[in-house]
């Protein structure tokens, strides 16, 4: 037994090189039979490896969209890692159908002389009464999958099949030989990966097409091995977005669902491409028209490129903290029913804050005695005021003491459900800085409030649209009045309210009078 060396070549672009290992049995003195004894192997080349990026593309350049119903989409585009290939990987056949033929000395195509067979399990076998038997000569072997098309005197390729083609040029002689095809791949691949905050959506897919002609085939001319470029509009096959079916958590839980791949042609612009959404549901809207601009900062898709395409949704409205402990838009609600509008979200170091929905009605509450004034507008301790012994003089907490005025009231709010949410904390009166917070929610940064007696600009119906949006009842504003919301203080005091002035204005006022209103806060 003897074995040769074979020699590589390619098929221009398309020639993806193969090396032969293959044992073959020569039935008589005149041929060699190919595939017979003669073992057929099919090594693949990993996705990535001839993939031209430069370190400026790898890198996620975000391009946000609005996609309107309260929804945005940021998009960026990555490319995968390359798939590293070791002796084990390389030896690994990819299952499927393959046709193989020959190619004379002068790169024509034998006629009759083709091999067809399928590989599962790593090895190749042979289609029932398919056979090659070429005599002892030098010949240039072809191999390709199904997802090529063969033309006689050419092969092609089109988009949304992952299209293998290998060759290689070896002598035949004796009775056996081993060929081997280093099998690559024609197209590159793109998958999609829809991220989303609280929940995930349901039945969600997608397309990706586009918006200036593309290439749609690559027709190889099998003896010059010419490549002929078709171009056109084209439309990848549906993306269907998976969902993990994770339960709601008091976290903003990110979603991260990735698709399967699907295959495009090398020479696609990907500025030019654009994600369509074909159906699906995600905050209580429908996606089904909305589009996105996709592959931002890549030129084009190389061959053997793998890429992924990252939408990010997001939702421009509030969160809301629920009875069970849990967070999310009030579009995602279900079964839950909310207890607060959420301020700062619980992180796995810090606790999340929430302002209830309502007020409490009775607006005559004393003021509780002081032992010492604090004027800090940073003030975060309404828990500490309200509920720690060692805030208050009389050594009771506050929340226990009925003679504690609108602490005691605060701390015994009632959201109107059954509170099941272990990390749902007691209900308190809010300091200073727990109520700049609440500036946010009418489009106001915290951190411009530095001083009391200002007035403090903000918008009323974002504000009441935050708490009516999930069966609460607005702060109270009236022309003609100024409705004051009583303030703990951590030094035990009760110095501060907040007014909301007739001009819609959020303003602080030092001492509090003694007549005012109370919104509760609680921690998760």
Not at 96 to 108: C, K
Not at 147 to 160: E, F, M, Q, R, W
Request: net charge neutral; hydrophobic share 35%; charged share 15%.
């Amino acid at each position: 037994m003897k074995k040769k060396n074979l020699s590589i070549t390619g098929l221009g672009l398309l020639v993806l090189l193969l090396s032969a290992c293959s044992n073959d049995d020569n039935t008589n003195t005149q041929t060699v039979e190919i595939g017979t004894k003669a073992a057929i192997t099919l090594n693949m080349e990993g996705f990535g490896a001839d993939q031209n990026i430069t370190r400026a593309t790898q890198t996620a350049k975000n391009e946000t969209v609005d996609l309107g119903d309260g929804l945005t989409a940021e998009v960026s585009l990555t490319a995968d890692a390359k798939e590293e290939q070791t002796p084990a990987t390389r030896a690994t056949m990819t299952d499927g159908h393959y046709t193989i033929y020959a190619l004379d000395a002068g790169g024509d195509r034998i006629a009759g002389k083709e091999l067809k067979g399928t590989v599962s399990g790593n090895t190749f076998v042979k289609d029932a009464g398919s056979r090659m038997a070429l005599a002892p000569g030098t010949y240039t072997f072809v191999c390709f999958n199904d997802a090529v098309t063969d033309n006689g005197t050419s092969l092609s390729i089109t988009n949304g099949k992952n299209a293998l083609i290998g060759t290689t040029t070896a002598t035949i002689s004796g009775p056996e030989y081993q060929i081997n095809f280093q099998m690559k791949h024609q197209t590159a691949r793109v998958r999609l990966k829809v991220t989303s905050y609280t929940a995930e959506g349901s039945g969600i897919t997608a397309t990706l097409s586009s918006t200036s002609n593309q290439p749609q085939t690559n027709t190889y001319d099998v003896k010059t091995t010419g490549i002929t470029t078709t171009n056109g509009a084209i439309t990848s096959n549906s993306y269907t977005i998976p969902v993990s079916g994770q339960a709601w958590s008091p976290y903003v839980t990110v979603f991260n669902n990735t698709t399967d791949y699907d295959y495009f042609l090398p020479g696609t612009t990907g500025t030019a491409m654009k994600v369509d959404f074909t159906a699906g549901m995600l905050h209580g809207g429908a996606l089904a028209g909305k589009s996105v601009a996709s592959l931002p900062n890549l030129g084009t898709l190389a061959r053997n490129g793998s890429y992924t395409v990252n939408v990010k949704l997001k939702r421009k409205a509030n969160l809301y903290l629920y009875q069970d402990g849990t967070v999310g838009y009030i579009e995602d609600k279900s079964t839950r029913t909310p207890i607060g509008v959420v301020l700062t979200e619980k992180t796995t170091t810090n606790r999340g804050l929430a302002i209830a929905l309502k007020d409490i009605d009775d607006a005559n509450h004393a003021i509780p005695r002081i032992i010492k004034a604090n004027t800090d507008l940073d003030d975060m301790q309404g828990e500490y005021t309200t509920w720690d012994p060692a805030a208050v003089k009389t050594g009771i907490a506050a929340g226990d003491d009925p003679n504690s005025g609108a602490l005691y009231t605060a701390a015994h709010y009632d959201p109107g459900v059954t509170v099941t949410g272990a990390n749902v904390g007691k209900w308190f009166l809010g300091a200073a800085g727990q109520w700049n917070l609440v500036y946010a929610l009418g489009g106001g940064n915290p951190a411009d409030i530095t001083e009391v007696y200002k007035d403090y600009p903000w918008d009323m119906t974002k504000v009441a649209l935050a708490f009516t949006a999930a069966g609460g009842t607005a702060l109270k504003i009236d022309p003609g009045h100024n409705y004051e919301y009583y303030l703990s203080s951590s030094g035990g005091v009760f110095m501060f309210s907040l007014i909301i002035k007739p001009t819609s204005n959020f303003y602080w006022n030092i001492p509090g009078g003694r007549y005012g209103y109370i919104r509760s806060f609680v921690h998760f």
